[in-house]
């Protein structure tokens, strides 16, 4: 997967012609997709494109449907420059989040607009796989149903917590659902009537992409994203690039061991990180039952300044910060990004995970900087996102086409079903 929000300009002596087309539109995409509208003159300054090739460049991308122009503000010397904008209505991708409590739904609209967004409680146990299928289906239905009349969408990507095996989207194991070997994308291609290429995304790779592309970590080019749920999962991304490992499992650090003999975790190991800073640990930490309390009830104990809570929470402060120690010493990121619950108690856990990280780190602690993450619970759904925008920024037309023929091939057609029925 190709992260690079920057242009991607090829050398100019690229063999065909086509190929250097196609890498000055992607170009160009690329640039109002991530930074918004720009005007023809700062696209000619920011491609080192002339004036005509971008002009060019840019009619060619409002006939795909994808840009549109308008005329810029007057003012100042000469001809007001045109501004071009990326068309939100133009393409579209269908994102999902599923957490063992809810299945979270996004249409976001070229640019990374956010158009539609929902979120569903499970009406069944989250382990009921059939039925977790047939909730994503029938919200992409209605999304898909509410999309702009040309709309073209460009697939749909799903992220879950646990190991998810790349490329085909089998769920290796995700013990917060339940869900072992469950073959998630084949699933969903059959269940949306295969109109749409379907990808699975681990959590942790999603939420890397996100705060690199969109959020806490734009601009940063070695980035490590880690969200404490129920479970605790994390992405890498290193030199612009997701560091997937050889099977895509790479980032899962919540079975980093950090207390030998300590708490017994999902894995069936001992002391693993997320057996102490999960929210199982993190709800019991506060002196409460996990099975009676949720962890919105420690958020909400520690917003009112519950002094117990907030001692309980600032205890499991300390190993968050000893696990983060050892990661930023393996993948020597510039930005740690904290989502999810620890996203949401980094304030309060600060000082002692500070110290704790602090002392484990030692000189080495000035080089990572911790932040809370900027896109919190949305950052699965922005990470989705933007994995599905990836081909059609690489090669915009090629990709619409491509889309555009596998909607139609698999379109039921009324009217031609009943002309052969008559
Ligand atoms: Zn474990």
Known sequence: MRLGAGPQVRPADASAQDDVRRANLSAVLRLLHFHGPATRSDLVASTGFNRSTVGSLTSELTKLGLVRERPGVVGGKGRPSNVVEPLSTGAHVL??????????????????????????????????????????????????????????????????????????????????????????????????????????????????????????????????????????GGGVVVDGELLKGAGGYAGEVGHIVVKPGGRVCSCGARGCWEAEVGDGAIIRSVGR????????????????????????????????????????????????????????????????????????????????????????????????????????????????DDRTRQADEHEDHPLRVLHQAG
Not at 139 to 144: D, G, I, R, V
Not at 304 to 313: E, K, T
Not at 316 to 322: D, F, I, N, R, S
Not at 386 to 394: I, M, N, Q, R, S
Request: charged share 20%; hydrophobic share 45%; net charge negative.
């Open 95 to 232: 994102a999902f989040d599923v957490t063992p409590s809810s299945v979270g739904a996004a249409r976001v609209g070229l640019g990374g607009y956010m158009l539609q967004v929902r979120r569903r409680l499970h009406s069944t146990s989250p382990h009921d796989v059939p039925a977790v299928v047939q909730l994503i289906a029938t919200l992409a239905t209605e999304m898909q149903a509410r999309a702009a009349a040309g709309s073209v969408c460009l697939g749909i990507v799903v992220s879950v917590m646990g190991s998810v095996r790349q490329p085909d989207g089998l769920v290796r194991r995700s013990p917060p659902l339940g869900w072992y070997e469950v073959p998630l994308a084949d699933l969903l291609r059959e269940a949306t009537g295969h109109k749409y290429p379907v990808a699975v995304g681990n959590d942790g790779d999603l939420g890397v992409v996100a705060e690199y592309l969109r959020g806490a970590a734009r601009g940063s080019q070695d980035v490590l994203y880690v969200r404490g749920e129920v479970g605790v």
């Open 289 to 400: 039952d996990p099975r009676e309390s949720e962890i919105e009830d420690v958020l909400s104990d520690v917003a009112i300044g519950n002094r117990r809570s907030i001692a309980g929470v600032r205890k499991t402060g300390e190993w968050v910060g000893l696990g983060l120690a050892s990661l930023v010493n393996i993948f020597n990121p510039r930005i740690v990004v904290l989502g999810g619950t620890l996203g949401a108690l980094y304030p309060t856990m600060e000082p002692t995970l500070a110290a704790s990280y602090a002392r484990a780190l030692g000189p080495m602690r000035e080089q990572a900087m911790l932040v809370r993450s900027e896109l919190g619970s949305d950052a699965q759904l922005v990470g989705a996102a933007e994995v599905a925008f990836a081909d059609v920024l690489e090669d915009p037309a090629g990709t619409l």
